[in-house]
């Protein structure tokens, strides 16, 4: 709000279970299912893309990305 005269625009972005490397360091590893299943980096890139292309007067103050077997609580 305090750089919003400056045209600063802020998004909070609160992904779910994302298909990263970060997964090959879980202790039972996830099927090839699992993770085609997931959010993908590009998903949230893609979110990310179109919100900073929106017009100047628009904001998203909060995204949240899941993949659509998870729950969302």
């Given at each position: 709000?305090?750089?919003?005269?400056?045209?600063?625009?802020?998004?909070?972005?609160?992904?779910?279970e994302?298909?990263?490397?970060?997964?090959?360091?879980?202790?039972?590893?996830?099927?090839?299912?699992k993770?085609?299943?997931?959010?993908?980096?590009?998903?949230?890139?893609?979110?990310?893309?179109?919100?900073?292309?929106?017009p100047?007067n628009?904001?998203?103050?909060?995204?949240?990305?899941?993949p659509?077997?998870?729950?969302?609580l």
């Amino acid at each position: 709000m305090e750089e919003r005269a400056n045209g600063i625009r802020i998004t909070n972005i609160y992904p779910g279970e994302v298909e990263t490397p970060l997964l090959d360091l879980r202790p039972v590893p996830l099927s090839e299912e699992k993770k085609a299943a997931m959010v993908h980096p590009e998903d949230i890139a893609a979110c990310v893309i179109a919100i900073a292309k929106l017009p100047a007067n628009v904001v998203v103050p909060e995204l949240v990305i899941t993949p659509s077997y998870q729950e969302y609580l």
